[in-house]
């Protein structure tokens, strides 16, 4: 199983709602990845956890709150949100340690923020 | 810090012509050179890499990827594409201990008939 599940797909919600984004992997992976993309932009890395800890934060605003629950989960919550924090979030996972190792992405949430 | 500069922002050709999609990197250390491309609507899905060794890399759907330490280019090519191919490309560079893939800006390839 090569494959990165993201659920859901799509997501719509209000500046006041509370919300999650689900990433699951089953390849033995031990450092996961959160990203932002929009539209017509490269993916800027905002989380990568490494054995279940976080080890990078790419100064992301709090009402971003990663959570990695075991090795193979890794969640997004969202809170109090802003319209511009309306993108695509991709989530990725790769064998951990070195720069070597290919990352492996989900298919995304499209995420609007009304 | 590390970058990569992606030339082109778009590409357009004709189908069945080649196409190069162009890749400059900037760490001057040990670099680890990936393209992954991304069809509409999708996440990213890994092309080819190169870690070392040869520096002529085949990767999936018939591409390959040249690396030039002296240009500190890698560039990919296709000898022939097809409509299927239309999608945005992104090289990215890492290097050894670091957890993050630098990202180009990307490079709109679209194929027309």
């Known amino acids: 199983d090569t494959e990165v599940t993201q659920t859901p797909k799509h997501l719509v919600m209000g500046m006041t709602n509370k919300k999650s984004l689900k990433c699951e992997q089953h390849?033995?992976?031990?450092?996961m990845y959160w990203y932002k993309q929009k539209a017509k932009k490269p993916p800027e890395l905002m989380f990568v956890?490494?054995?279940?800890?976080?080890?990078i934060n790419e100064s992301v605003p709090s009402r971003f709150s990663p959570e990695c629950p075991n090795s193979s989960l890794l969640n997004l919550h969202l809170h109090a949100l802003q319209p511009e924090d309306s993108a695509l979030y991709l989530c990725?996972?790769?064998?951990?340690?070195?720069?070597?190792?290919?990352?492996?992405f989900g298919p995304g949430t499209r995420l609007t923020v009304l | 810090a590390q970058s990569v500069t992606q030339l082109d922002s778009q590409v357009p050709v004709f189908e069945e012509a080649p196409v190069e999609l162009r890749c400059n990197y900037s760490?001057?250390?040990?670099?680890?050179l990936f393209w992954y491309v991304q069809y509409p609507n999708q996440g990213l899905q890994l092309l080819l890499k190169y870690l070392s060794g040869s520096t002529l890399v085949k990767g999936i759907n018939g591409f390959e990827a040249e690396f030039n330490k002296s240009q500190t280019s890698f560039h990919l090519r296709k000898p022939s594409v097809h409509i299927s191919d239309t999608a945005e490309y992104f090289c990215a560079e890492s290097d050894q201990g670091a957890q993050k893939l630098v990202f180009g800006q990307g490079t709109r390839l679209t194929i027309n008939p």
């Open positions: 760490s001057s250390v040990s670099v680890y």
């Open positions: 390849m033995g992976h031990r450092a």
């Open positions: 990725a996972s790769s064998q951990a340690g070195t720069g070597y190792n290919e990352q492996f």
């Open positions: 956890y490494s054995y279940e800890k976080l080890s």
